[in-house]
C-alpha cells in the first residue's frame, strides 16, 4: 500500500545517488533524495509539513489523491531559450 497523500514523482539523474521528487498535485511541494526508497520516506514526511504550512498560512489545500501513483523517470531536461 502506497502510504502517500497525493501522487509523487520520482526523477533520475545523471548521478546515480541523486533523485529529484515533485507532485504535480501539490503545487510548491518538491525535494531530493539519494535512493527511490530516500525520496518516498522524504516525500511522506515532507506532504505533510507541506499541508500544515498550507493550512498555517490560510492557503487552499489541494484534496488527496484518489488513485495515488509513484512514476519514476528520467529527468526532463528544460529546453533553452
Known amino acids: 500500500m502506497i502510504d502517500l497523500e497525493y501522487s509523487l514523482i520520482i526523477e533520475a539523474t545523471e548521478e546515480p545517488d541523486y533523485f529529484g521528487f515533485y507532485s504535480e498535485d501539490l503545487e510548491g511541494f518538491s525535494g531530493i533524495g539519494h535512493s527511490i ?24 489545500i489541494p484534496p488527496k489523491s484518489k488513485n495515488l501513483k509513484i512514476i519514476i523517470q528520467n529527468e526532463e531536461k528544460l529546453a533553452v531559450a
Open 37 to 60: 526508497e530516500d525520496c518516498i520516506y522524504k516525500a511522506k514526511w515532507g506532504m505533510k509539513e507541506h499541508i500544515s504550512l498550507l493550512k498555517e498560512k490560510g492557503l487552499p
